[in-house]
């Protein structure tokens, strides 16, 4: 990467762009389509079952690829890895379009999601590459803001627009989104130099993998921001039947609500940089955590109503925000040897768990159901913040 003397104010202001950019690609492939599921199943004559094997066939494209190719840009370069992958997304995008066959449709949809993953995992890679320290930890909390609000909001963009555009219509935003994102990547600079690359044979670099995963620091931080975001998912997936269902809003209502929540996770993205020791951000995020889930199963048990509801959800997503980019910084911090491997075991596994709560929407009460969820992923969440101990303090801040 250039130095310090040798970047511009106008290429930092772009990185940071760039970076937010490929935050919020992948959220945009799961999530903006989902408002025209009904609409796909009349087309295609099948059940809403086989329709929804489409998400579940990208979310595995999505770890899939950031496995791929996470260590594959520690080989190869940062840049070579984004082309490609954005090709083969931009490819997919179009066999979506065009699938004559649900089973087609569906299949086409892992590879659009292995195209997308490229966005999330090398975000947090070129992010390690150019900084560390506090500057690091500012980036990944504007990287977890973007990840966090992205799924939220993208349903609500597809829903403005599936009306009248249909499905097709919502994949060709997509199209567009990837031709967009070809444009922002063309000033791009390799951010991970040859000299640094690994030079092994491929068996080498699978290898390096073991070393990683038996790093009991590093999988803890991983586990920690992997149960962060199966909170977060639980809460998207349920948050349309209770707010429309329970709660009788409108979609206009549900989406004025839904982005507001949204904005508790920014919030807490921008409050974890006021943490001078991000050991103590994750405990305090994670106590909070779990306190306001145990209150929300409260409120509903005592009948406290939407505004019991609406407020202890802003303050979970708050603590979500704080500990997306403080698990994170610490995870890829420990992991900077390889940070490929990092990336994509952090990426892998909080789609892991987003793709495990997802499907418990529908069991039982949804409300009870949920927030017992909430403090499941929770109770682990504290204990592991309270059994691992930051090693030492971030450096100061550094373009490498």
């Not at 150019?130 to 597809?158: F, H, M, Q, R, W």
Request: charged content about 10%; hydrophobic content about 50%.
């Amino acid at each position: 990467m250039t130095t310090p003397k040798t970047v511009t104010r106008s290429y930092l202001l772009y990185l940071y762009i760039f970076l937010g950019t490929l935050a919020a690609f992948p959220p945009l492939v799961t999530d903006m389509y989902l408002p025209t599921l009904p609409a796909m199943a009349e087309d295609y004559c099948t059940k809403p079952s086989t329709i929804q094997l489409g998400l579940a066939m990208c979310i595995l494209g999505l770890a899939a690829g950031q496995l791929m190719f996470g260590p594959l840009s520690d080989k190869y370069g940062r840049r070579p890895m984004l082309g490609t992958a954005l090709v083969l997304f931009m490819a997919s995008t179009i066999a979506c379009i065009y699938s004559p066959t649900i089973e087609w449709f569906n299949m086409c949809r892992f590879f659009q999601g292995l195209g997308g993953s490229s966005g999330v995992v090398l975000s947090r890679s070129i992010a390690t590459d150019c900084y560390s320290g506090k500057e690091l930890a500012k980036t990944l909390a504007i990287i977890s803001a973007i990840n966090g609000i992205a799924p939220a909001t993208a349903p609500v963009i597809g829903g403005a627009f599936s009306g009248a555009i249909g499905w097709k219509g919502i994949f060709w935003l997509l199209f567009g989104a990837g031709v967009l994102m070809s444009a922002v990547y063309l000033p791009f600079r390799e951010s991970h130099p040859a000299e640094k690359r690994h030079k092994g044979s491929m068996l080498n670099l699978a290898a390096q993998s073991a070393s990683l995963l038996k790093n009991r620091t590093f999988m803890a931080y991983v586990l920690l921001f992997g149960l962060t975001n199966g909170v977060l998912f639980r809460y998207i997936s349920s948050a349309t039947f209770i707010l429309q269902n329970d709660f009788d809003l409108s979609e206009l209502s549900f989406s004025i609500v839904f982005a507001i929540n949204s904005l508790g996770i920014v919030c807490g993205s921008m409050v974890s940089l006021k943490f001078r020791n991000l050991t103590f951000a994750i405990r305090t995020g994670s106590v909070a955590m779990l306190s306001l889930s145990v209150g929300e199963a409260m409120n509903h048990t005592i009948g406290g109503g939407i505004a019991g509801y609406e407020t202890l959800v802003f303050l979970i997503l708050f603590c979500v925000g704080i500990l997306f980019p403080s698990a994170t910084t610490l995870a890829m911090s420990e992991g900077k040897e390889m940070i490929g491997w990092a990336s994509a075991f952090v990426g892998a596994t909080g789609f892991l768990f987003g793709g495990l709560v997802t499907p418990l929407v529908g069991m039982g009460d949804i409300q009870a159901s949920t927030f017992t969820a909430l403090s499941i992923c929770s109770v682990p969440a504290v204990i592991i913040a309270f059994a691992t101990r930051q090693k030492e303090e971030p450096a100061a801040d550094s373009l490498t």
